[in-house]
């Protein structure tokens, strides 16, 4: 797949055919999530693959927005860890990279994801801490859902000119 391709075409997708995901793929976007970049190069990203349906449930009860997960035949839980992080702060940013490495690998892979977001919603974090018995200084920061996509969507122009800027922010003319 091309870079563009995959940069301009990859979507959020939400339904999922019964075909499981193979490990190998699994290993691959995890991968690709490792090799994203964080600051100084700290690497404070842990993961957790999961699938068991008990896990996606207890998820999907406690965020409003994760009822994909029981239709996905895997998910990936993204944490940062505290004691990893370059400093305050950068955990949340350098996961967000890894995050968006693995969408584009799974699009790569011919599958669907979603990114499902945690961080910085306490009652998520808290609630998914719980779930998967995180140690207190590993915090989650996403879940994305994964599977073999059931809908077609379309790319749409994203791009909105009035957004960019050359050099500085101009005055405004009054």
Request: charged share 20%; proline share 5%; aromatic share 8%.
């Given at each position: 797949m091309e870079l563009f391709d995959a940069l301009f075409n990859r979507r959020s997708i939400r339904q999922y055919t019964n075909q499981k995901v193979e490990d190998e793929l699994l290993e691959k976007i995890i991968s690709a999530g490792m090799y994203?970049?964080?600051?100084?190069?700290?690497?404070?990203?842990?993961f957790i693959i999961f699938r068991n349906s008990h896990t996606i449930d207890q998820i999907a009860a406690v965020h409003p927005n994760a009822s994909m997960l029981k239709h996905a035949s895997a998910g990936?839980?993204?944490c940062f860890d505290k004691n990893l992080e370059h400093d305050d702060g950068y955990g949340p940013v350098d996961c967000a990279a890894a995050t968006q490495n693995m969408l584009l690998a799974?699009?790569?892979c011919g599958l669907g994801a979603c990114w499902i977001g945690i961080y910085p919603r306490v009652q998520r974090i808290e609630a998914l801490h719980t779930i998967f018995q995180l140690p207190e200084h590993v915090i989650p920061f996403a879940v994305i859902s994964l599977g073999y996509a059931d809908e077609q969507?379309?790319?749409?122009?994203?791009?909105?000119?009035?957004?960019?800027?050359?050099e500085k922010w101009p005055h405004s003319k009054k």
């Amino acid at each position: 797949m091309e870079l563009f391709d995959a940069l301009f075409n990859r979507r959020s997708i939400r339904q999922y055919t019964n075909q499981k995901v193979e490990d190998e793929l699994l290993e691959k976007i995890i991968s690709a999530g490792m090799y994203a970049p964080s600051a100084v190069n700290k690497q404070p990203w842990h993961f957790i693959i999961f699938r068991n349906s008990h896990t996606i449930d207890q998820i999907a009860a406690v965020h409003p927005n994760a009822s994909m997960l029981k239709h996905a035949s895997a998910g990936i839980l993204i944490c940062f860890d505290k004691n990893l992080e370059h400093d305050d702060g950068y955990g949340p940013v350098d996961c967000a990279a890894a995050t968006q490495n693995m969408l584009l690998a799974a699009h790569g892979c011919g599958l669907g994801a979603c990114w499902i977001g945690i961080y910085p919603r306490v009652q998520r974090i808290e609630a998914l801490h719980t779930i998967f018995q995180l140690p207190e200084h590993v915090i989650p920061f996403a879940v994305i859902s994964l599977g073999y996509a059931d809908e077609q969507t379309i790319a749409t122009n994203r791009v909105r000119p009035e957004r960019i800027r050359m050099e500085k922010w101009p005055h405004s003319k009054k």
